[in-house]
């Protein structure tokens, strides 16, 4: 079980950089973080060391924590917890919905924007993960060149098959390295059980294929389904599943996390989440008579609506609010032309602004 290295990572290991190393409770970056320490200690790296977990609040498992807290002192090495100061993962599907909602009754958007993260637009790791570790890294060793581990591995989706070993930033200060990349799943497991250690509990009791968040976007049914049948993960089951209802968006493209385990649901519930599907193929339906030039866009919106797209999309939006029950704004063509036309005249501004600094 050799480890995946370039030059660019084996370098900064010789002359002691830090190195830092994402942990999640998950048995690649249990196995990362395992792999990487016997890696540093033969190659004599004298530099700073520390597993860092980002803390997603009410959708991790209650292992997640101990486990990894139990692998930092095994490895002695200080387990820094990044955790959002307002809410966790829940609270910002929550509050996206919201977002959406308020852009949309105001036209800022054209349609309305899921709250779930999706593979394409993963902003809860981006936002959850990746961008809290880079600056904690960077604010923790400035001027330094920073190592930051992460325990992905090839086989794992066809996104993460095209991943590369090592890169870095703009600055070159922060290095990205993937050091399992090869890695089987069994070779992950028979790395922890050669290290004495248990994996999380999730694997062996509860059937999980994989272990990030209760409910992943990422997630196949089965791993749905066994996690719907945890105690722990009800209220949280019942929470999603009232966002679906309220949002008409599904949980994953074409899966509804309802129907995972609609035993657990009250009948207010499974009637609201009967009308939230039929909810949402109206509004497909409504939406998808916008015409594609109308649709948003980088830089929205580029010009004024001719007549005709500007009937279309306030009637669009007279559908959609009366599904909802929203407080819209601009639902007639005049009305419509005088707010691209704000929204243009505002885009103007900024541009201008930003010129000026230039």
């Given at each position: 079980m050799r480890l995946s290295i370039t030059p660019e990572i084996s370098t900064p290991i010789a002359t002691g950089s830090p190195v830092a190393?994402?942990?999640?409770?998950?048995?690649?970056?249990?196995?990362?973080?395992?792999?990487?320490?016997?890696?540093?200690?033969?190659?004599?790296?004298?530099?700073?060391?520390?597993?860092?977990?980002?803390?997603?609040?009410?959708?991790?498992?209650?292992?997640?924590?101990?486990?990894?807290?139990?692998?930092?002192?095994?490895?002695?090495?200080?387990?820094?917890?990044?955790?959002?100061?307002?809410?966790?993962?829940?609270?910002?599907?929550?509050?996206?919905?919201?977002?959406?909602?308020?852009?949309?009754?105001?036209?800022?958007?054209?349609?309305?924007?899921?709250?779930?993260?999706?593979?394409?637009?993963?902003?809860?790791?981006?936002?959850?993960?990746?961008?809290?570790?880079?600056?904690?890294?960077?604010?923790?060793?400035?001027?330094?060149?920073?190592i930051n581990v992460t325990g992905i591995r090839r086989d794992e989706s066809r996104r993460r098959a095209s991943a590369v070993i090592a890169d870095g930033d703009r600055d070159g200060r922060l290095w990205n390295w993937r050091p399992i990349l090869d890695w089987s799943v069994e070779d992950a497991f028979a790395c922890i059980a050669r290290h004495g250690l248990r994996p999380h509990p999730a694997y062996s009791d509860f059937g999980m294929s994989r272990v990030s968040c209760r409910f992943c976007i990422m997630s196949s049914f089965a791993d749905l389904a066994a996690a719907a049948a945890q105690p722990e993960s009800h209220d949280l089951y019942r929470?999603?599943?009232?966002?679906?209802?309220?949002?008409?968006?599904?949980?994953?493209?074409?899966?509804?996390?309802?129907?995972?385990?609609?035993?657990?649901?009250?009948?207010?519930?499974?009637?609201g989440l009967i009308r939230a599907k039929?909810?949402?193929?109206?509004?497909?339906?409504?939406?998808?008579?916008?015409?594609?030039?109308?649709?948003?866009?980088?830089?929205?919106?580029?010009?004024?609506?001719?007549d005709a797209e500007a009937d279309i999309l306030a009637s669009v939006r007279r559908e959609v609010s009366g599904l909802f029950g929203f407080q819209s704004r601009y639902l007639d063509r005049n009305a419509v032309h005088e707010r691209y036309a704000q929204l243009l005249a505002e885009r103007a501004m900024k541009l201008a602004r930003c010129r000026a600094r230039v």
């Open positions: 190393i994402g942990v999640s409770g998950g048995k690649d970056s249990q196995a990362s973080a395992l792999a990487v320490c016997e890696h540093l200690n033969r190659a004599g790296h004298a530099g700073p060391r520390l597993l860092v977990h980002s803390d997603l609040g009410s959708v991790e498992w209650q292992d997640s924590f101990p486990l990894c807290q139990e692998l930092a002192d095994h490895l002695d090495l200080e387990l820094v917890v990044l955790r959002r100061e307002r809410d966790g993962l829940m609270e910002r599907w929550e509050s996206r919905w919201q977002s959406s909602v308020a852009r949309y009754q105001d036209l800022a958007t054209v349609t309305l924007v899921p709250c779930w993260s999706t593979p394409s637009m993963r902003f809860c790791t981006s936002e959850m993960k990746t961008h809290p570790i880079t600056a904690m890294l960077r604010r923790r060793f400035p001027g330094e060149i920073v929470r999603m599943v009232a966002l679906e209802i309220a949002s008409s968006f599904a949980f994953q493209a074409g899966r509804w996390l309802g129907d995972i385990a609609p035993h657990l649901l009250d009948r207010s519930m499974t009637d039929e909810r949402a193929a109206q509004r497909i339906s409504a939406e998808s008579r916008i015409t594609p030039a109308t649709l948003y866009v980088r830089g929205w919106p580029t010009r004024m609506l001719t």
